[in-house]
C-alpha cells in the first residue's frame, strides 16, 4: 500500500481535491523541462504554463503549492551540487503505478523543454540524444509485472531521467551563461 504521507501522494491529494486530473509527474516534468530550457525561474511564466497543463488557473492552495515546487527545483538546479529528485510515487507504490508516472513525466519535461524558444547553439548529439530517449520513455507502455529484474530497470531508467536533466540544463542554461559572459 502506498504511503499516503509521501510528498507525490499529498501533491496528488490537492490536485485531486481542487478537481485537476493532471498527476503531480507531469506537472513537475513540465517544471523541470522549463527551466532545463532555459525558461529562468520566474513565477508568474511557471504558472501560466502549470495552468495550461492544468486547464484552469490554478486556486490558491494549488498555486502555493506550485511555487513551492518551483523553489525547490530552482534549489536543486541553482546549487554547488546541482541534483534533481523527481517527483514520483514513492517506492512503496505499486511498479506499474510508478511506471505509468514516469512516462507522465517525461511527457511533462518534453512539454516544458518544447515552450523555451530554442537558441541558436544547437544541442550536442548526447543531449539531442537524451530528449530522443525521454521521448521513447514518454511513449513507451510500460507493463512491469513486479519482478526484483523490473525494479532495477526502473530505478537505473529514474537515475538516466536524473543525469538527462542535469545534462540539459548544463547544455541550455549554464554553458549559455558562460558563452555569454565571454562575448
Known sequence: MPTSNS???AFAALLASSGYTISPAELHGLLLGRSCAGAGFEIDSWLVDAAELLGAAPEDTVRQALIGLQEMVKNELTSND???V???P???APLSERAVALG???QGFLGGFGVVPTPTQPL???A???LQDLAKIAASDLNYEDSD???EALIEVCEYIRVAAVLLYNERVVNRRARQRLN
Do not use: K, R
Open 86 to 88: 523527481l517527483l514520483l
Open 124 to 126: 550536442s548529439d548526447e
Open 90 to 92: 514513492s517506492d512503496d
Open 82 to 84: 546541482v541534483t534533481v
Open 7 to 9: 510528498p507525490y501522494s
Open 104 to 106: 507522465q513525466w517525461c
Open 149 to 151: 529484474a523490473d525494479e
Open 128 to 130: 539531442d540524444e537524451a
